[in-house]
């Protein structure tokens, strides 16, 4: 409905800031209105009843606009190339890699050096783990953020960052960057207010003058880190209060029940924006909102800023799509895409987490029914928004799809996790892997995984032994895994250090900001001279490397395996085999994986199932044509092999 008043209030900052309405701005303007019925809608769903609503509405109006008059002539102009493709992220040619920059290569500068090596394997988006300023001692990765706008000076400064994004818009590559939405670290500028007393900055936060309202909350609120941070509050002696610390004792909540939060974060949001950032990961969104009684996790007040700073977005920064990392049950990732009238109006992109942990669930099983199970539920969702498809990234590996998947398949759902979590910490007699167990509650029995992709593959192990046969199964497995997620639908993003088979780093435990976090044994630092033999034709860096190179490569060529929401999962003629259709128009690719440790048989009748009953069949992987035989003989995989088919003429 038109709102005078409301459309009045944008003219006027509009106005103050000389924005061109009929001119060269007049796109801008055209997106303002469309969305700020919804932008003000959103808004006060959230705050209608706090008695300065409306001066900071002003204030988040007038950030619109100044983000629009900030953001640079290249920006705008990538963002017009990136509106006319339509969906630009959807696209088959985009393969990223998540890195921490000083672990992979020093600095910034030295990431600038580092360019031709991923060209070299094909990467061409990067998301580099946070930069800003936290403290050493208490940064949690980066997601302790200190002062939002400050690049920590351990990788170079702002001007630094700025001009390594400039190279790679120049070479046509993508930037991802983290806001951490929910918490600061407890040395930023509003912590140390609030600390101090200063009552304006104790609402950014949630203080309590005794343990009351925290002992309420706490019957209900998971525990994040029970090992390094049981509970969800931390007595601050300064002020004799208590404060919300959902993760680590020194990462305080934001309390966005408080505008004034949410006017502050979303203009940090528009200065990553006009960094030129192409895909911004919003940190723990699930955690953001707050409310007594429940889990604190996935509210609908926490879809709502999403929409709100997506909305937003949209107007002033049209070209920065938006990630949701929520690592949550498969039904509630989904909702982050949007729902009802927002249905694919919130995240763009989510983690594909279900999938992830599923594989490594297939790869300790050598069975896919757990997998199957749980489609129903990941194929909803919506045209228009993608994944984040990974084996490993920089966080544990939780076991969070639901009890009925893994019963549906005929397993006992505790006794089977069970099993995985044994597996993957070494503990399963015969089992090759080597992680361990993270954030073990002892309260609730849940544990997650730590590890890196080599080591849970038992490349580590093998190694230990000298044993060659196991390292070539240990390869093949992380090319299987590699290749199940690239195939999937999404952006597929590697994790530093895997390109090159890197088994768990261990030197983490010699540091005391992080010994306390077995999260960081899968976070490598990189040696460039391990990192050479990946020329050496043989060695595991080489076969690990050139496999991953080519995967993306065939991936690249393949316009049928971008994100049109076009996956067909095939009939599960033998439960070892992991397989699925990639439709579009007249182009098909079959993606076969073997997930058991011998050879499989696969009907050739799967491959006739889904319209036309192709004569041959081309395998990318291979190079090399199948006949299509008769229904009762068999393709042959070999032990954790993998075959992407095109019907052939
Ligand atoms: C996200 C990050 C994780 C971090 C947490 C708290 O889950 O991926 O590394 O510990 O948020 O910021
Ligand atoms: C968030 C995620 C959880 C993840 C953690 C970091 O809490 O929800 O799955 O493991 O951050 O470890």
Redesign the pocket.
Known sequence: MYNYGLHQQVNEAIQQAGTDISGEDNLFYTRFMANTANIFSLYMQLYEHHPEAEKYFNQLIRLVVKADRERSALHKQRDAEKIKKGHWFLSNELTAMSLYVDRFCGDLDGLEQKLSYFDELGVNFLHLMPLFESPPEASDGGYAVSDFRKVAARFGTLDRLKALQASMQQKDMYLMLDIVLNHTSDQHEWAVKARKGDKEYQDYYYFYNDRSLPDAYDKTMPE??PEAAPGSFTYIEESKKWVMT??HTYQWDLNYNNPRVFVEMLDNIFFYANLGVDVLRID?P??IWKQLGTTC?NLPQAHTILRLIKQCVEVATPGMALLG????APKEILNYFGTGEYLAKECDFAYN?THMALQWDMLATGDTKVMLAAQHELLKKPYGTSWITYTRCH??I?L?YDDYMIQQAGYNPYEHRRFLKEYYSGEFNGSTAKGAL??SNPRTGDA?ISGSLASLCGLETALEQNDDAAINTAVQKIILMQAHSFFLGGLPMLFYGDEAGYTNDYSYLQDSGKSYDN?WMHRPVISWEKNKRIYETGSIENRVFSATSRLIAVRRKLPVVKDMSNLIWMTPHNDHVAGYLRTEGDQKLYCVFNFSNKASYLTWYAFKEHGDKPARLFDHWEEKTYEVGDDRQHLIIPPYGILLLEPAS
Not at 325 to 328: D, G, S, T
């Open positions: 994040v880190f959902v993760f723990a699930a955690f996790q990392e929520a690592i949550v987490a966080d544990d939780g969070g993270f954030a997650r999260r």
